[in-house]
C-alpha cells in the first residue's frame, strides 16, 4: 500500500480511537474487519500508530493545533516520525516544514500535563506514590511499548531448551530477570507460527503474571482455585506447578474468556483444569467447596492501570469513580473467594492496577475483618517459588509491588494469606 493511502486508513482509525467508547483493542479489531485486505505489516502500522497517539495524546493533541488539515491527519503524522522514508512519501512540503517547527519545540519547557500524558487525578496520585523523580522515570517508561515476555511450560520442555530453539531461530531472547520460567524477547516474531507455540512448550504471559502464580505455592495433588480465571495465562502456570495433578478450578463469570482457554489448555499439555462458569462470588458452585481448597488465586477485576503500555487508552476511561466502584467489587470477590480455603490454606489476592485504593487498602480492610488469616512476607513466599532478587520486588509490609519503569513488567501488587489452622 503506498504510504498517502497507509497514512489516510491511519486518520480513520485515530477518529475512531478518539472517541474512547470501547477499548481501544476492541476498536482496532473492529477497523481491521472492515478493512480485510490489509497485510500484516499494514496491520501493525496501523495499530503502533494508534496507540502512540493514546500514549502522548496530550501533547500531541496540543502540538498539531499549529498545522492544518484533519486533526486525525496531523496526529498521525506526529506519530509517524522515526519512520521518515515513508514520511517523505506520504506528506506534503507544508507538512513537512510544519513538522520540523513542531519538532525544534523544546518539550521540557512546556506544562507538566503535556509531558506525563495523564488525567491530573492519575498524575498527582502517581506522583504522590513515587516521587518527582521516579514519577518522570515512570512517564518515560510509560511512553513507550512493553516488551513479550513468555513463559516456558516445565510440562513439555526446560527453559534453556526454549531459549535455545529460539536464538537459533534468529530471534533475540533472555531469560527475565526474576520469574524461574520466564524469557524476554525483543521485537514482535510471528511467535503463533512457531512450533514452540502450536506444541504448547511457551505461552504468551508477562513476567509480572508470571510471579503471581508462584506466589500461591501451587503444590502436586492440592486442590486450587483460580477464582477470576479469564483467559487463563495464570491457570496455565498453576497447573503446571501442581505437574499436572490434583484439582485446578478455573473460575469466571464471563463464558466467553473461557471459551478462549480451551485452545490454550489443549496446548499446554494440561488434564487437571477445570474451567467453571459462575454467576457471581456467591455461586453455589463455590459454596460446594467451602473449607476443601489449599490454594485460591484471586485476579481481582481492577481499573488495569498498571498495563497502561499495553493498553494506553485506560488512563483516558478510568475515573476516581471507577477506582471506589472497583475496591467494592473487590473487596465482595475477596470475602466470597476466603470461605473456599481450608486451614493452612493460602489465599492470594492481586491486581494490575496501580492504585493503592484497589490495593493496599483492600488488603488492610480484608486483614482487620479476617482474624482467622495471617499475611504471609511475599518475599518469603517469592524466594520459595524460586524467584531471584525477591527482595528487589517486595515493600516494607510484605506485600509485592511491581513497578514498569523499575521491574520491567506491567504495574502489578499481590498479598498473600495464610488461614489459621
Not at 179 to 205: C, F, N
Not at 275 to 292: F, S
Request: aromatic share 6%.
Amino acid at each position: 500500500m503506498h504510504p498517502q493511502a497507509l497514512l489516510d486508513l491511519t486518520g480513520a482509525l485515530l477518529r475512531d480511537i478518539q472517541k474512547l467508547d470501547a477499548p481501544a483493542d476492541t476498536l482496532v479489531s473492529l477497523f481491521f474487519r472492515k478493512h480485510k485486505t490489509l497485510g500484516q505489516r499494514e496491520r501493525h502500522a496501523l495499530a503502533e500508530t494508534a496507540y502512540a497517539v493514546l500514549r502522548q495524546r496530550l501533547l500531541w493533541q496540543h502540538l498539531a493545533q499549529s498545522g492544518h488539515g484533519p486533526m486525525e491527519r496531523r496526529l498521525a503524522i506526529l506519530a509517524w516520525q522515526g519512520q521518515e522514508h515513508v514520511l517523505k512519501l506520504a506528506i506534503t512540503p507544508d507538512e513537512a516544514a510544519w513538522l520540523a517547527r513542531v519538532n525544534a519545540i523544546d518539550r521540557t519547557t512546556l506544562p507538566d500535563k503535556l509531558r506525563h500524558n495523564m488525567p491530573d487525578w492519575l498524575a498527582n496520585n502517581l506522583r504522590l506514590q513515587l516521587g518527582t523523580d521516579d514519577f518522570w522515570a515512570f512517564v518515560d517508561t510509560m511512553s513507550r511499548g512493553a516488551p513479550l515476555d513468555l513463559r516456558a511450560n516445565p510440562i513439555k520442555a526446560k527453559r534453556e531448551a526454549i531459549l535455545e530453539a529460539l536464538l537459533a531461530a534468529g530471534i533475540p531472547a533472555t531469560i527475565t530477570p526474576y520469574s524461574p520460567w520466564g524469557i524476554r524477547i525483543d521485537g514482535k516474531p510471528a511467535l503463533q507460527k512457531m512450533d514452540l507455540y502450536t506444541q504448547g512448550h511457551v505461552e504468551v504471559q508477562d513476567e509480572g503474571s508470571q510471579l503471581l502464580a508462584l506466589m500461591t505455592g501451587a503444590k502436586r495433588g492440592e486442590m486450587v482455585v483460580d477464582f477470576c480465571a479469564g483467559a487463563g495465562g495464570k491457570t496455565l502456570a498453576l497447573g503446571a506447578m501442581m505437574r499436572n495433578t490434583g484439582r485446578l478450578y478455573a473460575f469466571d463469570i464471563s463464558g466467553h474468556r473461557l471459551e478462549a482457554l480451551k485452545p490454550r489448555l489443549a496446548r499446554s499439555g494440561l488434564s487437571n483444569v477445570y474451567p467453571t462458569q459462575i454467576v457471581h462470588e456467591r455461586d453455589d458452585r463455590i459454596k460446594r467447596l467451602a473449607g476443601k481448597i489449599d490454594r485460591v488465586l484471586v485476579d481481582a477485576p481492577c481499573t488495569g492501570l498498571g498495563t497502561l503500555r499495553r493498553n494506553p487508552d485506560l488512563k483516558w476511561r478510568q475515573s476516581p469513580k471507577a477506582v471506589e466502584e472497583m475496591q467494592k467489587k473487590q473487596i465482595a470477590i475477596l470475602n466470597s473467594a476466603a470461605r473456599l480455603l481450608k486451614p493452612g490454606g493460602r489465599l492470594v489476592y492481586a491486581t494490575c492496577s496501580l492504585m493503592p485504593a484497589e490495593n493496599e487498602v483492600v488488603a488492610e480492610l480484608f486483614s482487620q475483618e479476617h482474624q482467622d488469616f495471617v499475611q504471609l512476607d511475599a518475599r518469603e513466599v517469592l524466594e520459595q517459588g524460586g524467584v531471584t532478587q525477591a527482595e528487589s520486588l517486595v515493600t516494607p509490609a510484605g506485600h509485592l509491588r511491581l513497578w514498569p519503569h523499575r521491574h520491567a513488567t506491567d504495574g502489578f501488587y499481590a498479598v498473600a494469606w495464610e488461614r489459621k489452622a
